[in-house]
């Protein structure tokens, strides 16, 4: 996120140097500075992306499958701002005014799951109220690229009074700001009205109106998002993780007190006490009656969620539970209001972590591992972007778990998996952990309601009746690399494909629009192979953090920030120190690609945590450092920055839509994808820049 659009920086770095002043008819001057102003612009517009791609998706249930369509805009709509800097002296009160529109818009028209409609999971959900996706997808689409280009062209309009690097410095600062104020604020469960005051603020600020039409051109929309966000807010039940806009309602059936949640619009879970649970659901007892040695000293608890699976296993005897649940409000909501108090019991210790982070770190060993319903979302078909629970079901993760189990331990799982095939995925994924087949009931076909348990070995295990085993039409088991659990297929689905090209068909004629032809951009090939590789690069690390130190809102926030320090570290070295020939930082970077290539997450995983860090860090930042100051020494050798930033917008957009082709090759041949972009780029280097 941060990295792509600090291609978008740099190249405007580079134009700025050669363009002057471009507003003589704006006001000359600005209350705030231009270090200042560049430093509140720049964060002001990585926050708003980051609120934008948060608030949307809690919304629209269609972005969850697709969860980086609002960054494609967001991206698309920064690079346009840039390009507009030196073609227009007005305000961009075009920003404000869009993101009010699109605030009404999504509160009015929300898409939410129709809990009444069941059937074969597909797209997004069970069934969906509000507009169909092949309509509100290309208006946010759209609203997030106007939106984010109004702070964009703010952005822009201070590169030109600075000196590019120093300018560029201000902006990494600010990035970096943006990010620290997003991150402190889900910490804080802060809901939406914060952010919408913050934008409001933001904008006043920066535009700083002085005309009565610019007045009113800021004051009406600030007052619509501040007051929409604040209805949303005040709204009951209603609470903000840092993954989720909660809902929640107490309810009393037949006597029995349940609390029933929702996450993003979706039926999630219920707090029922467990006596109920278990009569009215068979699936709950499952994984302790096909436990041969039925001992329960201790037990862990992964997806352990508002506490009902907590308090079964405390009804069954448990001496010790470790519950593991990585939203910490879903946590909060079930130590204040579950009807048996599980959290409140002396014998179980939660912690707000993901599942996978600390199966791989924990020294504790258990009686009976539990997978209790860990789906952050409503199933689908062909989901592309790591869930939170993505590396909860791979092979890897399974053995993890069996080499947490004590002797005559068992490990189980259960949920409504909808689809005959996916419980079969599953069972033989378990198989190939334990080394034997697994205990898999079918509590109900209606859903494929299912439980698949495993012991330590077969002897630990009382089925009652064998698994039938793997067909020839069973898809493989997931493995670290392609932790695409809800993808049948080696492919990427027709609607991913129809819905990326219509963004990039979209992001070509944006981009002529507004930069003019195409044949002037000619030139900077290689700068368009470097957009492309960088977003893959990025992507990478990203997924490989996740991996290494968990799916948590920190660790990325963490990673987002670290790209940005590696730029900004970067940039520093470019200013203050003679750096090699592009030639030479270009085998720098094709030697980090290999390095990264041959070091697998699979020994990383197997390090002390501390070490773990270090190793992990050197691997993923050496790439991405030496791809900057490719990057930085390239622009300034440019003789047409405005063009040959509009070619690595390009190769950015095409690179943020590539990403997908993870799912038919897995996230560690990206490198190899994106070590050959790099050689395409070397190739097509212009023989002055070699020179240089």
Known sequence: MGAGRSLALDGMTAAAETTPPPYPDAPSTHWLSTRPRLIVASAFMLFLELALIRWTGSNIVHLSYFTNFVLLGSFLGIGLGFLRVGRTTRQPYYSPITLAVLVLVILFFPVTVDRQTEGVLYWTSLGTSGPPPWLILPVIFVAAAIVLMGPAELVGRCFPELDRLEAYRYDLVGSLTGIALFTALSFLSAPPVVWGTIAASAYLVLLWPRTAWGRLALAVPALVVVGALAVETLTAGALWSPYYKVTYKRLDYAGVPVMDIQVNGIPHQQAVPARNRLEWERQYALPYERAAAQKLDDVLIVGAGSGTDVAIALAKGAKRVDAVEIDPKLRELGGTYHPDRPYADPRVTTVVTDGRAFLERTSGKYDLILFALPDSLTLVSGASSLRLESYLFTQQAMEAARDRLKPGGTFSMYNYYRESWLVDRLAATMQAAFGHKPCVD?????????????????????????????????????????????????????????????????????????????????????????????????????????????????VNAIVFAGVLVAVLAAVEVTRRFRTPPVPVMYGVLLGGLVLAWLVPNSWLLGLPLPLRAVVAVVVAFLPIFAANVVFAKRFADSSDGTTAFGANLLGAMVGGCLEYLALVIGYQALLVVAGLLYLGAFALLPRSARAA
């Open 442 to 554: 079918i509590v109900s076909e209606t859903g494929q309601q299912a439980v698949i348990t495993a012991g330590l070995s077969a002897r630990t295990q009382s089925c009652g009746a064998e698994w039938a085993g793997a067909t020839a039409l069973t898809p493989p088991p997931t493995g670290d690399d392609r932790p695409f659990l809800y993808l049948k297929d080696r492919t990427i689905p027709q609607i991913y494909l129809i819905t990326l090209g219509l963004i990039l068909l979209v992001s070509v004629f944006a981009v002529r629009a507004v930069a003019g032809p195409y044949t002037r951009m000619r030139p900077y090939a290689d700068l368009f192979l470097l957009g492309v590789a960088f977003l893959l690069l990025e992507t990478r690390s990203v997924t490989g953090f996740a991996l290494l130190f968990g799916t948590t809102w920190v």
